[in-house]
Structures are given as structure tokens and as C-alpha cells.
């Protein structure tokens, strides 16, 4: 069997290259060059060469076959324009998952083969496993990675029955302490390179450079919304009441989509509004004028264009005489507001109900999708590196939603929710809705 190894100049893929190789497989690799455009990146011009330069030096160690392609091209189209798309909506996506759907397994796949590759293999940290379906066909199933401080079975949440029949994955059952031991015995120039960071094949960017490339920067207001606000609000007591009785046992069958719907909804602080007042200000009495105190907010800042804040981020805003941090809880695109709060477990940074429009949800195992009615309890994440949540899932005509037995911190348009069985088998995903 001829394996194409996606060779990236890291020590995670040689690694795999490597036990490839000692395997006996037929194996070359393949570098792909994905993005030309240095424009907001942090380490450099010349990144990429370097990449390339100590993957063919792990190749020629190794004793396989290099090659290179560019698919600049693809991964503009499909991942990077999908990028600046969504963020110009006021959502997160995840390019990772993306390049691993549209580009490692469907453009850089099909290069493979065309090299005469049977299967591609990468260093993801994630297992795969292969049984027989009830009705006899194969199902190929992934399962987190060996090694909990690694799984990378989330960046894979978009890949389809088709695209796993054509994956191998070498290093999901080590760990990586045990990956870059066998790097340095091997002699690998890539054995104390440092692990890639920021973007997918873009690199670590300063992202409102980055988004600046098309996504205008327009100034507008910071505003901090105060625990009082939700005192007095009809949507979040709504939600308290609908949670209480979820608590209490009423089961998921009795929450309508109409419901459910309304229990997705994020808070909105559109109505907040801040009224002016003249004064006469030093010796003078110059005029002047000013907000008037709101009991519910205060604006205390600006910002350079709210398309380049993310929900839970606190890094960035330049806002300071807090005691404790300051999150992002709401990006207002329409009017260029953020909202922020203050504090980890703030009330708008905190949600339980989440939404996953019907055309957004996939299914990694086809064979157990669900159906319009029915609910299934699931372990979820919804993001790289957090730890698994309870949540029980529920599949109406509007949508499959989410309610976790907890509530959840940063819950982010555009992001993906990732759902695995109790064995830590992913099966599937979904696009995380407005």
C-alpha cells in the first residue's frame, strides 16, 4: 500500500513518517504550501521555507520519496475568504477545521493520489478504528487521541465516511513526551522544533492586521454591562424559569422547538441606551457635554471595529480600573458595540442552550444520526481543549440544540460543537448558530 504522508516540517507528522516507514509501507511525502500573504503575521516572511527546508531534511533522513504543492489557490477560496465571511457577520470561525476538511482531505487528497497515494496519513492525535455497520458495511469510526493534554479529534469534526476510509493517523495512540523521544533516537531535524501556533498553514497573525486585509476599521463604543441589567430583564428570567423546570425533570420531549429556540437565544443589549446632559465645566463655565449614569451600563472605552472581537476574549480591549478581567460577552455588528462584563462567571458570559441550524449539523457516523423528536444524552465540546461536558442533545424541525447540564462560559457563533459517546468516539458536529 502506497501511503502519502502530509509532511509539514513538525515533529508530529516526521514522527508519523517515520513509523510509516518502519512499518513497511510504501511511503513519500508531501508538503503543501498554503498561503502566500505575510500581511499581519508575527514570525516572519519566510516561515513556510523554513517548514519546507526541514521537511525535506526529515524526508531525506527518513528515506522517502519529497514533494511539494501549492494549493494557495483552494485555501483562499475555501478557508481564508469563509474566514474574513464570518467574522464580517460578527462570528468566530475555526480555520483549522476547515483546512482539514476542504483542503488536507479533499485538495491535498486528491494531489496524493494523483501521486499514485492510497491513503494520506497526518499528525493529528487522533484514533481511527474500522468495524462492520448492522447492515454489513464498513463504518470507520475516530476516536480521541491516546494521549488527553493532545486530542485533536476536534479539528477532524468535519470530515465525512468518505474522506476516513482514505486517513491514517500513526501517532493517535502515543503520547507526546513518547513522540519526540522517538524523534531525537531517530536523529530528525524536526525533534526540538517548537509545535505551530495561530492559523492553520497561515501561521501566529495579529488578527485585526490580518482581518484588515478586507474587514474596514471603524472605531465605536465599549460598552460594560452591569449585573442589574439582568435583574430586571424578561428574556433572562424567561431562561431561569425554562432551566428551573428542566432541572425539576421535565423532559426533552416536552420542550417544543419553539421553545428550545428561545431557550438558544443569547442575550441582547440592543435596548441599552445612554442619554446626554450639557454642563458648564471650570472657572469659564465652558459648555460641555456628557453621558448620564445608566443603573443597567456605562460606556468605558473604544474599540477599532467590532468585527475583530470574539465572545469570552479578554485580551486586547485596553480597558483598565477593573478589579477582575473583562470579557467580551457580545459583539453588536449593525451598530459596532462590544459588550463586555466583568468577571469569569458573568451573567452574559454564561449560557446553558445552544443552536445548530438543521443545513449545519453533520454527521460523522451516518448510521446513528438522529431524528426530527428524538433526544440523546452526549458528551460536548465547543472548543479545542475543553474538557467534555454533559449536555443532552435534541433534534427538532428548526434544529438540533444543545442544553448542557451546566452552564457554559463563552458559547461562540461560528465556532463548532463537538459531540462524543461515553467510549470518547466523535460523531459528530455542527456549525454553532446566532
Known amino acids: 500500500m502506497k501511503i502519502c504522508i502530509g509532511l509539514s516540517g513538525g515533529v508530529d507528522s516526521s514522527v508519523a513518517a517515520l513509523l510509516l516507514k518502519q512499518a513497511g509501507y510504501d511511503v513519500f511525502a508531501l508538503f503543501m504550501q498554503n498561503w502566500h500573504d505575510t500581511t499581519g503575521t508575527l514570525h516572519g516572511d519566510c516561515e513556510w521555507e523554513e517548514d519546507r527546508y526541514v521537511a525535506e531534511m526529515v524526508a531525506k533522513k527518513i528515506g522517502i520519496p519529497f514533494h511539494f504543492v501549492d494549493l494557495s489557490g483552494p485555501y483562499r477560496q475555501r478557508v481564508v475568504d469563509y474566514m474574513f465571511s464570518e467574522y464580517e457577520k460578527g462570528r468566530t470561525p475555526n480555520p483549522d477545521v476547515l483546512c482539514n476538511r476542504e483542503i488536507k482531505f479533499d485538495a491535498f487528497l486528491k494531489e496524493a493520489e494523483r501521486l499514485g497515494a492510497d491513503m494520506v496519513a497526518t499528525g493529528h492525535y487522533c484514533r481511527k478504528e474500522v468495524i462492520q455497520g448492522p447492515d ?21 469534526c468535519g470530515l465525512s465516511q468518505e474522506q476516513l476510509a482514505k486517513a491514517m493517523f500513526p501517532i493517535g495512540d502515543i503520547i507526546k513526551p513518547e513522540v519526540r523521544r522517538i524523534a531525537r533516537e531517530a536523529g530528525l531535524p524536526s525533534a526540538e522544533k517548537k509545535d505551530s501556533q495561530g492559523i492553520c498553514f497561515v501561521g ?231
Open 136 to 156: 454489513g458495511k464498513t463504518v470507520y469510526r475516530i476516536l480521541a487521541g491516546t494521549d488527553p493534554n493532545k486530542d485533536q479529534s476536534y479539528f477532524l
Open 204 to 434: 501566529k497573525v495579529d488578527l485585526p492586521t490580518f482581518l484588515q486585509q478586507k474587514l474596514k476599521s471603524v472605531p465605536g463604543d465599549i460598552v460594560e454591562v452591569y449585573d442589574r441589567f439582568y435583574d430586571d430583564n424578561k428574556h433572562y428570567r424567561y431562561l431561569e424559569e425554562r432551566f428551573e423546570e428542566w432541572d425539576k425533570g421535565r423532559g426533552a420531549e416536552n420542550f417544543n422547538g419553539e421553545e428550545l429556540m428561545a431557550m438558544s437565544q443569547p442575550m441582547d443589549y440592543s435596548g441599552i441606551t445612554f442619554e446626554t446632559e450639557t454642563y458648564r465645566s471650570g472657572k469659564k463655565h465652558v459648555k460641555k457635554t456628557r453621558y448620564k449614569d445608566n443603573p443597567f451600563a456605562k460606556i468605558i472605552g473604544r474599540h477599532d471595529g467590532a468585527q475583530f472581537y470574539t465572545i469570552g476574549q479578554r485580551r486586547g480591549l485596553a480597558v483598565g480600573g477593573h478589579s477582575d478581567s473583562v470579557f467580551v460577552i457580545d459583539t453588536d455588528i449593525d451598530s459596532n458595540i462590544i459588550y463586555v462584563g466583568q468577571g469569569q462567571e458573568h451573567k452574559g458570559l454564561l449560557r446553558r442552550c445552544l443552536r445548530i441550524a438543521p443545513d449545519e449539523i453533520h454527521w460523522i457516523r451516518r448510521d446513528l444520526e438522529m431524528e426530527c423528536g428524538q433526544s440523546r444524552r452526549y458528551m460536548v465540546r465547543i472548543r479545542y481543549r475543553q474538557p467534555l461536558e454533559p449536555a443532552t442533545l435534541i433534534r427538532r424541525d428548526n434544529g438540533m440544540f444543545i442544553v448542557f447540564d451546566r452552564p457554559q462560559r463563552g458559547i461562540t457563533p461560528g465556532q463548532f460543537a463537538v459531540w462524543y459517546d461515553e467510549a470518547q468516539e466523535m460523531l459528530g458536529s455542527g456549525v454553532i448558530g446566532n
